[in-house]
């Protein structure tokens, strides 16, 4: 049997590598696996390293996006951004996400 989830906001697969600042400065690597308007799931971290509440910055390339952890199991966190992204920077993410050449963003 299928199970559905409604969700606030669209959310869209990527695969990119980020870094994760902490607070206290301490630096981690991940997996960016989901992004949406409003937040992004990220993979491959190493368990305990991430608790929910915990003040991060996401970096993708020179994007830093800082925002809060929302949940965190199994080497895997959920991230509520502070701001939520406008549409075109949202487009922008997703496309470098999914190593779309930099002439497909634009509609050339």
């Known amino acids: ?3 559905f989830t409604i969700r606030a906001r669209k959310r ?3 695969r990119q ?3 994760l600042h902490k607070a206290e400065g301490r630096r981690t690597r ?3 696996i989901e992004l ?3 937040g992004c799931r990220i993979s491959n971290l190493k368990r305990g390293e991430c608790v929910a509440g915990d ?3 996401v970096e993708i390339g020179d994007v830093t996006l800082p925002g809060r952890v929302y949940w965190a199991h199994d080497g895997v966190a959920g991230v509520r951004l502070d701001n939520a992204l406008f549409g075109s920077q949202l ?3 997703v496309a470098i996400g ?3 050449p930099e002439m497909a963003r634009y509609g050339t």
């Open 12 to 14: 869209y697969a990527v």
């Open 36 to 38: 949406s308007s409003e």
């Open 17 to 19: 590598e980020v870094s």
């Open 30 to 32: 991940g997996l960016l």
């Open 98 to 100: 999914r190593c779309e």
């Open 91 to 93: 487009a922008d993410l």
């Open 55 to 57: 003040s991060v910055t």
């Open 1 to 3: 049997m299928a199970v």
